[in-house]
């Protein structure tokens, strides 16, 4: 994006030149432009994973065998994943979290920009090494994104390169939550305390913690595999004595908070926009703060629900079903105070709320699956089919995803300075909320009826639903350029944005001009 | 505004999305589809779906609740009909309300699903133990109660059905394409089974959904689930692996036939014999008559090695008690030694049915994951180390060791097949006796 170059008519506050091309954008240590990077990345990353579950799709369209080998599917279920969780969802909150909090919270940057530059670069290398594994012998790792052993153990080179890549992607995540919390906790302007700072910041703050938490669980966990491969150990191997449940618990103890660690910013950038445009406060800020740490500390203790099936004991599975319900409480409570600050409001539907509504919607859709699949007995019949595809992909497509759609619309006249069009947002919206609904929605009968998830091919009566699905698939996917070109011709040009942007919009960030300069917030602003 | 512009926007995506659907129910609609779970045949199936029914239902009126409301407000409350907007932020009695009335909400989902989960898990007092194992593909049934019966059970759809990348040698795919093995695990209906579950590779998991019976088959664990079918649901059931297990996960169902505890204790009685669709071989007319109309369906998609194994399978059909012989050799059939020939032809079934998952059915196995079979070092070297490779497989390696699943004799004629075909022409063979010496 090159909304700088106009940003640099503003920037007249500092006496070195602005530095330009290489200089610019490899070596940055401004939060926006390190923030941009990470969006372009995110972006890319999407467009790439949407790519490998079209390649996943065009081959369920129909049973049989058509275009791909068993395994090459597996790949693709691996791959796809491993992308859009570490390449398209969390770096485009990082990105959001770059641009966003020190403008919310009136600080001049990021308190620690030159690891932020480092964070940044460190993705571009990690993804190269998980990509550059299709080209190995037995080609990229194909044991789902969960890796779990032993399948893993048996696994090619590609394991291993994707293990380094976890290992570049989790120090990226810590250094990156680091720097969230650093910043959050010291730079803001005077007068902001903790409870009045912006939702967005708040639910950053809490992920930063929930990523310095788990991350370092998961490379352990990954580190073990790689010895038990390469260096003679047993932590998960059954031959050598090992245990590979041991390896689901490790797993699965990072894996749920990272769940709440792609959903925790989303929710805090519905925060923002559904006030703005029911041109109403939020209703119960703090005890949205409040829902959003307890969902945090519940996530700590649910993990053993994805794996109900391997055998614990009763009391195990009763423990993780409750824990696991009991998460549904703030999470509703969050969905209330959206309805609620909605309620006798005086709405109107750009494209921001737009996506906000399709994802209080879907989301909570895709919240009451996961009550479904919480409740034990029931889950052993959902578990591991399509049901759970379905649900996971309405969290996390219509939940992060399309949060994340609905704050790029909302913060682009910020960024570049110009209105983006509207019509066509709005376009973008339609489609993409149809196509999901017909790529997924079929998916909960497909699981309900029997068709587990990770088969490449299946029995005729599952190919209906599976028409639909890879259907909408491809519709959702294509949708996705015209988000590019919404994008790209914004920050080319059209209507200029004033500072405020919406009607009367909360928070530091429309104090100052759009587009936003290059340097902001050098004096702090006083927070009443 | 919405449903000014934007409402017409909407009205020609629903207009095009109405017609997609129209077009897809009529005309590439193939069979019939289902919406909800399998219907249950076990008291635990039916409490199951109950319990689901129960939390569906819960959950669809939360849903309807909330967003009936939201609706009514983005109707009512918005700026195009100059609604004035309110400024309330906050209400604690409100906030304590929607967060007690849920609570309540799940501790009324608890109770049952706490109910139900305890019966699940009470695996005491069985009439009957199966052992359950998984293999990289397969799964393998070994009766523990003195019967000893034991047996493998694989994928018996053929190949040319699933492979549908070249049109011109496909076949078209049958209706219980992938939900059929080649033998099926016989259980009575009205007694308590319980399985004890393992695997011997990686991670696999048993699945019936009639049965609402789903529990991983991890390597090194004993996992335990158990299933009590109503009499007089006798029939086929057909389930799934449900753990990612590798390249054939989708290649590996379960099939179980229930039949009615005298038959099953004839059909134990008999040894555990199978027919030639994999089903029990019971010594009444009766009960095979039961399934005459299934065998006649599926003799006609039967594949050429089926049919070679089984040459006289139509007539055998039309005399339902005569069914052919189980295709398991036996060991003594060893004693005399064998022609490479002899040996080879058995050896291709064999390696059809445990080797060509992984190094293909033309021994050129996938670069990078599996080993060609075609002028490997080991297939065409020494022949002792081709034997020792089948017996012990390869530790680390999805190369599992066969000494307990083939018998000397099958072992024996997939080494000679491996030898002397699929490329290699080593001209050397080896019979069940050296292969006995070798264990």
């Given amino acids: 994006m090159s909304h700088a170059a106009t940003a640099h008519d503003h920037h007249d506050d500092h006496d070195h030149p602005m530095p330009t091309g290489f200089k610019r954008w490899a070596m940055s240590t401004n939060h926006k432009d390190i923030g941009t990077l990470y969006l372009i990345f995110s972006l890319a990353m999407l467009m790439l994973g949407g790519a490998f579950a079209l390649v996943i799709r065009a081959e369920l369209f129909q049973p049989g065998l058509q275009y791909i080998d068993p395994h090459f599917f597996n790949q693709m279920t691996t791959v796809h994943a491993l992308v859009m969780v570490f390449g398209a969802v969390m770096p485009g909150f990082v990105g959001f979290a770059n641009w966003m909090l020190p403008l919310m919270v009136g600080a001049p940057d990021m308190a620690l920009p030159r690891m932020n530059n480092w964070s940044f670069w460190i993705l571009p290398f990690a993804f190269s090494i998980l990509i550059l594994s299709f080209f190995v012998p037995g080609g990229a790792p194909a044991s789902g994104w969960t890796l779990y052993a032993p399948l893993t153990i048996q696994g090619g080179m590609s394991v291993d390169m994707a293990i380094v890549a976890i290992h570049m992607m989790g120090i990226s995540s810590i250094m990156g939550a680091i720097n969230v919390i650093v910043t959050v906790l010291n730079m803001r302007a005077p007068g902001m305390t903790l409870m009045k700072m912006p939702l967005f910041v708040w639910t950053w703050l809490i992920t930063a913690f929930l990523l310095i938490a788990v991350m370092p669980v998961f490379a352990g966990a990954v580190t073990m595999l790689l010895t038990d491969r390469h260096f003679g150990t047993a932590f998960f191997n059954p031959a050598g004595g090992g245990d590979p449940v041991l390896y689901q618990h490790i797993f699965w103890f990072f894996g749920h908070p990272e769940v709440y660690i792609m959903i925790l910013p989303a929710f805090g950038i519905i925060s923002h926009i559904i006030p703005t445009f029911a041109r109403k406060p939020l209703f119960g800020y703090s005890s949205m703060v409040f829902a959003t740490a307890a969902i945090a500390f519940l996530s700590f203790i649910v993990w053993a629900h994805h794996m109900f099936t391997v055998g614990m004991p009763l009391q195990g599975e009763l423990f993780f079903m409750y824990a696991t319900m009991l998460i549904s409480v703030p999470t509703g409570v969050k969905v209330f105070n959206w309805v609620t600050t909605m309620w006798r409001g005086s709405m109107s539907f750009e494209t921001p709320m737009l996506f906000s509504i399709g994802v209080v919607f879907l989301f909570t859709l895709g919240g009451l699956s996961g009550l479904m699949l919480a409740i034990t007995p029931a889950d052993f019949q959902y578990h591991d089919t399509y049901f759970v595809v379905a649900h996971f992909h309405y969290v996390l497509f219509s939940g992060a995803v399309m949060a994340m759609m609905g704050g790029t619309y909302y913060w682009l006249p910020k960024w570049t300075g110009h209105m983006y069009n509207e019509r066509l947002g709005k376009i973008h919206f339609w489609l993409t909320a149809i196509a999901f609904n017909v790529t997924f929605f079929p998916q909960h009968f497909l699981g309900l009826a029997g068709m587990p998830r990770r088969y490449a091919d299946y029995n005729p009566i599952f190919t209906e639903f599976n028409q639909w699905s890879s259907i909408g698939a491809f519709c959702l996917g294509f949708s996705q350029l015209l988000f590019i070109y919404i994008i790209i011709s914004t920050v080319r040009g059209g209507k200029k944005a004033t500072a405020e942007v919406w009607d009367n919009p909360e928070g530091l960030e429309w104090t100052v001009p759009s587009p936003a300069p290059f340097h902001t917030f050098d004096t702090p602003p006083t927070v009443k | ?439």
């Fill in chain 2, 1 to 439: 505004m919405l449903f000014s512009q934007q409402g017409k926007l909407a009205a020609k995506l629903f207009t095009v999305s109405a017609s997609l659907v129209a077009a897809l129910f009529s005309g590439l609609a193939q069979a019939d589809y289902r919406l909800n779970f399998q219907d249950p045949v076990t008291g635990v199936a039916r409490d199951i779906y109950d319990l689901h029914m129960l939390i569906f239902w819960i959950c669809v009126a939360i849903f309807v609740g909330v967003f009936s409301v939201m609706f009514y407000s983005i109707f009512k409350h918005r700026k195009s009909k100059n609604y004035e907007p309110s400024t309330f932020s906050h209400s604690t009695s409100v906030e304590i309300i929607w967060t007690i009335i849920p609570f309540l909400i799940l501790v009324g989902m608890a109770v049952p699903a706490t109910k139900v989960l305890i019966k699940m898990e009470d695996t005491t007092k069985s009439d009957l133990t199966v052992k359950i194992t998984g293999y990289q593909w397969k799964w393998g049934y070994e009766y523990m109660d003195g019967s000893d019966i034991s047996f493998y059970s694989t994928l018996s759809t053929p190949r040319t059905q699933i492979d549908q990348f070249n049109r011109s040698t496909a076949t078209e795919i049958g209706e219980n394409y992938l939900l059929e093995t080649d033998k099926a695990m016989i259980v009575p209906s009205g007694r308590k089974v319980r399985a004890l579950i393992t695997a011997n590779d990686v991670i696999h998991a048993w699945w019936i959904p009639a049965f609402g019976t789903k529990k991983d088959a991890i390597p090194g664990y004993i996992n335990e689930l158990w299933f009590n079918v109503d009499e007089g649901a006798e029939g086929v059931y057909r389930g799934n692996c449900a753990e990612l297990c590798g390249k054939d996960h989708a290649y590996m169902p379960i099939v179980v036939q229930v039949v009615t505890g005298v038959e099953f204790d004839k059909w134990v009685a008999g040894g555990g014999q199978f027919d030639a669709q994999g089903f029990a071989k019971i010594d009444t007319a009766s009960t095979q008559e039961q399934f005459a109309g299934v065998i006649s369906e599926e003799a006609s998609e039967a594949s050429p090695v089926e049919k070679s194994e089984t040459p006289n399978q139509e007539l055998e059909m039309a005399f339902a008690e005569s069914v052919v012989e189980a295709v398991v050799p036996t060991a003594s059939a060893a004693d005399a030694a064998m022609s490479i020939e002899d040996l080879s032809q058995k050896g291709e079934s064999i390696y059809g049915a445990h080797c060509a998952a992984c190094h293909q059915v033309t021994g050129a196995g996938l670069p990078g994951i599996f080993p060609a079979i075609t002028g490997s070092s080991v297939a065409t070297g020494p022949i002792n180390a081709h034997v020792k490779m089948i017996l012990n497989g390869k530790p680390g390696t999805a190369m599992a060791a066969f000494r307990n699943q083939l018998n000397d004799e099958e072992v024996a004629a997939v080494i000679t097949y491996q030898r002397n075909a699929l490329g290699n022409s080593v001209g050397d063979s080896v019979q069940a006796a050296d292969i006995a010496a070798q264990r």
